[in-house]
């Protein structure tokens, strides 16, 4: 059985697409399980850890207002980091994740667990919000898988 980066990796290829991550509360997994796909390189561009607000304003053009208003754990957020993220590579698709992995960081408004996964392409864009309950690792992960399969979703409805 194929895993879920193996068959992201094969509609990316069939499809002739290629894909930027960027990359908040995973800290680079996203990116790391696309490339552990043999041949990956066909389809996989690259990506950015955008850890701090400055990165994200910075490297991804993610509006200050946008960081003001929402914050960065918000769709908003996640959207404009997508969208930076496909911008600034020039590839066809691109997802983020941004959120809070925890065990600390978060608020009532905005509790530990929370993350926003978005992608974006020419024609299309969407944003899921997940509230996860695991420990910083099984956020991150879950995170992960819900990114890949958000990509898959998307990949297969073409």
């Known amino acids: 059985m194929n895993t879920l980066e193996e068959i992201v990796g094969q509609l990316l290829t ?14 680079g997994l996203i990116a790391h399980q696309l490339t552990n796909v043999p041949g990956s390189s066909a389809y996989f561009v690259g990506g950015v850890v955008a850890y701090s607000n400055e990165v994200k304003e910075q490297v991804l ?13 918000s769709e908003e957020c996640a959207r404009e980091m997508a969208r930076g993220a496909r911008r600034l590579m020039g590839t066809d698709v691109a997802i983020s994740s941004t ?3 925890g065990p600390t960081g978060g608020t ?4 530990v667990g929370l993350v926003y996964v978005a992608l974006a392409a020419q024609d ?16 991150k992960q879950r995170t992960s898988e819900a990114a890949f399969e958000m990509l898959r ?5 073409r």
């Open 61 to 73: 053009e993610v509006s200050g207002d946008t960081l003001s208003a929402y914050g960065a754990v």
């Open 108 to 111: 009532p408004e905005k509790p």
């Open 14 to 27: 069939e499809q002739g697409l290629t894909i930027a991550v960027t990359e908040s509360c995973t800290g």
């Open 124 to 139: 299309f864009e969407q944003c899921e919000r997940y509230l996860w309950q695991g420990d910083r690792l099984e956020n």
């Open 99 to 101: 959120g809070i992995a």
């Open 153 to 157: 979703r998307y990949l297969e409805a």
